[in-house]
């Protein structure tokens, strides 16, 4: 069965990086077809899609957040990370990592979520 699992600090101050760590267990990264996603809600809204990598390694993402957005992967340990800079309070969030199937644009896997907090 596959599990991801979020993980990384869950304060950032104004202008810093936020950076987290997705792992994945029972399947791989790199299978064909699966991407590795990453989204995220603030307080009282809704999911918002902030990009994610594909089985060969190539990136995407929302047109919003791209300038502050990378997502990277280590297929030595089956880790997604997200990295976005110069963060507000504006990106106070739950993060998720999603295993997402492609070809039918369908999230599979869940990880449980991760608070992350901006604020001075």
């Known amino acids: 069965q596959v599990q991801l699992q979020e993980s990384g600090p869950g304060l950032v101050k104004p202008s810093q990086t936020l950076s987290l760590t997705c792992t994945v267990s029972?399947?791989?990264?790199?299978?064909?077809?699966?991407?590795l996603s990453w989204i995220r809600q603030p307080p009282g809204k809704g999911l918002e899609w902030i990009g994610y990598i594909d089985y060969s390694g190539s990136a995407y993402y929302n047109p919003s957040l791209k300038s502050r957005t990378s997502v990277s992967r280590d297929t030595s340990k089956n880790h997604v990370t997200l990295q976005l800079t110069s963060v507000t309070p504006e990106d106070t969030a739950v993060y998720y990592c999603?295993?997402?199937?492609?070809?039918?644009?369908?999230?599979?896997?869940w990880g449980q979520g991760t608070q992350v907090t901006v604020s001075s």
């Open positions: 029972g399947g791989s990264i790199t299978t064909n077809g699966y991407y």
């Open positions: 999603a295993r997402l199937l492609g070809v039918a644009a369908y999230y599979d896997y």
